[in-house]
Nanobody, 121 residues
C-alpha cells in the first residue's frame, strides 16, 4: 500500500526559508513523476511543482524563482526548498505521484497527512 509522509513544515517569517521532505513507499518511486501540492484554508488544493523521473522540474507561476523541487531516488524522497516565503504561501503542503503533463496532472494516490507551512510575522 502506498504511503506518503510529508515533513519539514513550520512557522517562518516572511522572507524566510523552509525545506519540505516527502518519503514515499509502496510505489516504484524512481519511475514516477512526483508533485508538491498545497491547500490554503478555504481554497482548493493546487499543484505548485513537479519533477519528472528524469529530474526535469516544472513550477506554478506563483512559486517560480522561489521554490526548488528535487528528488533522491535512492531514498524514495522528494524535496521542496522554499525561499523568500510570503504570507500567501501559508497552506498545508502535500506530495503525490502524478500522471499527465503540466496543466493536466492528476494525483495517483490517496493523500498523506501533509505538513503545515505558516508564513507570518
Amino acid at each position: 500500500q502506498v504511503q506518503l509522509v510529508e515533513s519539514g513544515g513550520g512557522l517562518v517569517q516572511p522572507g524566510g526559508s523552509l525545506r519540505l521532505s516527502c518519503a514515499a513507499s509502496g510505489i516504484i518511486f524512481s519511475i514516477n513523476t512526483m508533485g508538491w501540492y498545497r491547500q490554503a484554508p478555504g481554497k482548493q488544493r493546487e499543484l505548485v511543482a513537479t519533477i519528472t523521473r528524469g529530474g526535469t522540474p516544472y513550477y506554478a507561476d506563483s512559486v517560480k524563482g522561489r521554490f526548488t523541487i528535487s528528488r533522491d531516488n535512492a531514498k524514495n524522497t522528494v524535496y521542496l526548498q522554499m525561499n523568500s516565503l510570503k504570507p500567501e504561501d501559508t497552506a498545508v503542503y502535500y506530495c503525490n505521484s502524478v500522471r499527465g503533463s503540466w496543466g493536466t496532472y492528476t494525483p495517483l494516490n490517496s493523500w498523506g497527512q501533509g505538513t503545515q507551512v505558516t508564513v507570518s510575522s
